[in-house]
């Protein structure tokens, strides 16, 4: 059991880590979760992808969500293991036949994802034409509005697409369509303008579907210029599912990743070394902040000094700041992290630094190069820098001070 401190600061009072600290708030994910189903009127999907972190997964479903979208035979398991009578939705377009056929005959998994009529193919096989099949068909769209665009791999196009509409629509129980608008995605006009996109390749199919699937990429605000409030992208969906063909009583859902989880979590870094305005801490680009050396993302951040009379303590807003890089532990140039970082100019060796909004793709994307990649783990009860779900309720960026 992972023990439970108000705030980073009340735990470095009492600890000073060496190895940099997972930091898990359950009731951001309460918050998250609540908020998407009192705004938006279908079902929520949560990507385990985004963090499969069996306490994150549990808190996820404790709060309702029953369905879950899950890429890999690992996911699936780990799902079907631990939360009992969930929907599992395989959504990654192209699976081995061994991972269909688990997915199906051990796991009970009727609900696929395709792109391309081979896909289709290989589940008709591997399932000896089941009849019991609900699949979406996954279309382009465009994702140029978004931070980390997926249209480049994954999303059926123009004829193929329609073709694929039909021949689904003959082979399966259960027509869906679904699209993914690109992780991050800044823009809220980019789901409607997806909709009413599928929505005419369906009615150029001459089809109707029974599902449709809007797909993640709901953005988290981690700095200025990011959307804080998700309101304007349940609105503009909500005004365009009269664009797709449905059949009645036909089913919407969102799969949210990292709107759901991005909060959950924050991570104490050590600073090991400073040079000028570089800092060397002890995680980084393999670890938990995989984004911010391979996305040049810049999360949220504070500082906590244990140095007296370095720091007063006060608003950043109010400070003098500079813009650090970060350097992560391992010995690779890639472990960049170019920023810049806003911190106190005060910093040096021995501080330690929150980073904010790490509970998406961070620790799942965490290896252990070099001997890296150990982490404690504490609960949080405070809260997290400017979450999207409470825009007024901004924490300041406060410089915190230990002594
Ligand atoms: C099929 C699918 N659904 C949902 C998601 C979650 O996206 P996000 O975390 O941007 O909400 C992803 C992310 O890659 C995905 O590939």
Redesign the pocket.
Known sequence: MRPTYFSAEQYLKQRRPIDPVRCFRPHAIERAVTWFQSHFSGQLIY?V??NMTPDVVQLVAQNGVRNF?V?SLTEVDLIYHSIPNSNLFY??PVKSRAHIRSAYYDYGVRCF?IDHVDELEKILTVTEQAKDLTIFVRLHCDDSGSV?P?GKKYGAEGSDAIELLKLVRQKAERLGVTF?VG??AMQAETFGEAIRYAGDLVRRAGVLAELLNV????PIFYKDGDPVDLTSYMSNIEQSLDAMPMVQGGEVFA?????LVAEAESLIVRVDGRRDNELFINDGGYGVLYDAANCDWIFPLHLISHHEGVCERTNAHDSELTGFQLWGPTCDAADHMKGPFFLPTCVKEGDYLEIHKTG??GGVMASGFNGFGCYEEIFLEDDVMVSNFQPDAQVENVIKLIS
């Open positions: 990507a992808k985004a979208d890429a959504m990654n994802s980390l997926l993914h992780s991050q797909g993640g990429g709901f799969e949210p990743g990292r709107a998406a793709y």
